[in-house]
């Protein structure tokens, strides 16, 4: 089992950036395929950003591409989602996710998750 906290959240101006962090204590976290994900008030969980076992295969969500940067070090058991260029509708709160397949996307696919950090974007 994969215990995760994500950290990092915090209110930022339109413009800016954060970094989330998300500490993963428990067995073989280089065994995980660790993904981000969102949920704005009101709205469904979203993807954002995944990462393969090691840092050779990442996919993000096709609307966030090239605002964020995901990555990990397992030497750490940790991983980071580096948001650029937040608007307000970035607003949500952030979710780390592990799970054991590579690619995947829905909620479903991943078996344990953080607690979530939230992400406020001020205009």
């Known amino acids: 089992q994969v215990q995760l906290v994500e950290s990092g959240g915090g209110l930022v101006q339109a413009g800016g950036s954060l970094r989330l962090s998300c500490a993963a204590s428990?067995?073989?976290?280089?065994?995980?395929?660790m993904g981000w994900f969102r949920q704005a008030p009101g709205k469904e969980r979203e993807f954002v950003a995944g990462?393969?076992?090691?840092?050779?295969?990442?996919y993000y969500a096709r609307s966030l591409e090239g605002r964020v940067s995901m990555s990990r070090d397992n030497a750490k058991n940790t991983v980071w989602l580096q948001m650029n260029s937040l608007k307000p509708e970035d607003t949500a709160v952030y979710y780390c996710a592990a799970g054991l397949r590579i690619g995947v996307t829905t909620e479903d696919d991943y078996l344990y998750w953080g607690q979530g950090t939230q992400v406020t974007v001020s205009l």
């Open positions: 990462i393969g076992w090691s840092s050779g295969r990442l």
């Open positions: 428990g067995r073989s976290f280089s065994r995980y395929a």
